[in-house]
């Protein structure tokens, strides 16, 4: 009689492991997030000699003997991609690359292993969704390739292991993490157990080989990688592929990063012959921008170290509903009720009779404080049907008894909308008092109240 195989139970989010399910997580309290795979026997270890320990066990150093190679990043070439990462791909590291399903994960990392072939860099690139022959229609698109550069079909993790450990290559891309499996796992690719044990795999691969991989992954409904979350602890840093599908414009951005900081992003078109960087986000972002338009404000956004200008649109309007609606597009939805309330109590508004929809023009995602004084302006400016004046700007946070505070890296800012040629901007009276500027004329406030007299 055949025995019955042993299933266990994981956790979607954490990877924790249980007997039974479970409608709630114990580790993460997520709800529903437990799935069953099946358990794999364990395999006996074979007994290691006195000599293979000692070769094999690492020793401890001491912190002030580490030795540090300041060569250790490979420069690939595209500015956008090496400013995400903090200025290149260090060696042997893990890096996975998020998106949704169509939005330019494969062309970006294509074109970097062009780039990388063309300086000598020894790339292999696996893909387990594409024949080698479609990789090959691809790349056409995209321009010459070096003559060494690698391609491989294949979704065997130990095929692949094989392959490394022989070729030897400096950078490796694996494309698509779901779609690998280990042959001593039962469970089927894209499961919990097979993106852990692989990721785990291909991660002991990397540090043991010296060899930079990229693993590509697909992204849930939510926004998150597929499979346990702890895929994302286990790397070395996770980039996230945004962007609209209806929009040309991707936007790159880590979300860990070891070996750098998280808030650069990198900004790319997509065009018929791959993706383009965008050297000025700002003018791109702003094009076809409506001019002497109640509810559309200009302000100045800074991710990383890169000042950004974008456009806070905003739309009121008499309700229909006993409840208004209140909709937010790249812009926290919490955030705008919290600022039409401070509207209502310190500015004497009655926005409860009205619905609200605030939008980040051009589909980027902002989550930051000093897009507070914009985003009131865009609702005053709408509720009373008046502009702002012509080549005008604004930023600064807003605190709940109406004050306007002042925001990190103000002067970044101004020199930006400088060099795009705006005349006025309008700022926390704290930050007007530190910036001189020749060509722009700042416009302290100190309280929401200050707000209306600067409509026309």
Not at 357 to 375: F, R
């Amino acid at each position: 009689m055949a025995t019955k195989q042993k299933t266990v139970f994981f956790c979607k989010e954490c990877g924790t492991e249980s007997a039974k399910w479970l409608g709630q997580c114990p580790s993460c309290r997520a709800w529903d997030s437990m799935v069953e795979e099946p358990v794999a026997a364990k395999k006996a270890k074979a007994p290691i000699s006195e000599a293979g320990r000692s070769v094999r066990r690492a020793m401890p150093e001491k912190l002030s003997e580490v030795q540090i190679h300041n060569d250790s990043r490979i420069v690939t070439g595209v500015d956008e991609f090496d400013r995400v990462l903090g200025g290149g791909i260090v060696d042997a590291s893990l890096v996975l690359v998020g998106g949704d399903p169509g939005i330019g994960k494969s062309t970006l990392l294509l074109q970097v292993c062009r780039i990388l072939a063309d300086k000598g860099v020894s790339v292999l690139y696996i893909s387990g969704e594409e024949s080698v022959q479609q990789i090959k229609l691809r790349a056409d698109r995209l321009g010459d390739f070096g003559r060494d550069m690698l391609l491989m079909s294949e979704t065997s993790l130990d095929n692949i292991e094989e392959i490394v450990i022989e070729k030897k290559p400096d950078v490796v891309v694996i494309d698509s993490i779901q779609t690998m499996y280990r042959e001593d796992i039962s469970a089927s690719p894209g499961s919990v157990s097979q993106v852990r044990e692989t990721t785990g795999s291909l991660l002991r691969l990397a540090k043991g080989q010296g060899v930079t991989i990229f693993i590509v992954g697909h992204v849930t409904k939510e926004g998150v990688v597929a499979g346990p979350r702890v895929l994302e602890h286990m790397v070395d840093t996770v980039l996230y592929f945004e962007g609209d599908n209806s929009s040309d414009y991707r936007v790159l951005r880590a979300v860990k990063n070891r070996f750098g900081s998280t808030n650069e992003v990198g900004v790319f078109e997509m065009c018929s012959d791959g993706l383009h960087e965008v050297r000025n986000p700002s003018e791109y972002m702003l094009a076809g921008t409506p001019v002497g338009e109640p509810g559309s404000v200009i302000t100045a956004t800074v991710e990383g170290t890169r000042p950004i200008l974008l456009e806070i649109q905003a739309l009121c309007c008499q309700t229909s509903f006993n409840l208004p609606r209140r909709t937010s597009v790249g812009i926290d939805f919490n955030r705008i009720n919290l600022l039409m309330a401070v509207m209502e109590k310190r500015m004497g508004l009655k926005l409860s009779f009205c619905d609200a929809y605030v939008n980040v023009a051009g589909g980027m995602k902002v989550n930051e404080p000093a897009l507070d004084l914009p985003i009131v302006l865009a609702l005053l400016s709408s509720y009373t049907n008046k502009p702002l004046p012509e080549k005008t700007f604004c930023f600064g946070e807003i605190g709940l008894t109406g004050e306007v505070r002042g925001v990190s890296q103000a002067e970044q800012r101004v020199s930006e909308a400088e060099q795009l040629g705006y005349e006025y901007c309008i700022l926390p009276k704290v930050n007007a008092k530190i910036i001189k500027s020749k060509s722009i004329k700042l416009i302290g406030v100190s309280h929401v109240n200050e707000l209306s007299r600067l409509l026309k």
